[in-house]
């Protein structure tokens, strides 16, 4: 996620500022749920190297993944 990402992100949440924390809380989540993408790319990518290459890698990614479903 882009710094330009977040601002505009950041802008449209506060335009709603009846809500006093929601907009933060939001937020919060949206970078939560990048990040968790960006690990888990991380383990996809290692899940495919021959040096890294084991179930145990692609197993990870799935529950990086699944973190944000609960």
Not at 19 to 28: I, Q, T, V
Not at 45 to 70: C, N, W
Request: hydrophobic letters at 45%.
């Amino acid at each position: 996620m882009t710094q330009d990402e977040m601002i505009k992100i950041a802008e449209c949440e506060y335009a709603h500022r009846e809500r006093a924390f929601e907009p933060l809380l939001s937020f919060a989540k949206i970078v939560a749920a990048k990040e968790r993408e960006a690990c888990a790319k991380i383990c996809d990518v290692l899940a495919y190297h021959p040096e890294f290459a084991s179930d145990a890698t692609k197993l990870a990614a799935m529950a990086i993944r699944a973190r944000g479903q609960a």
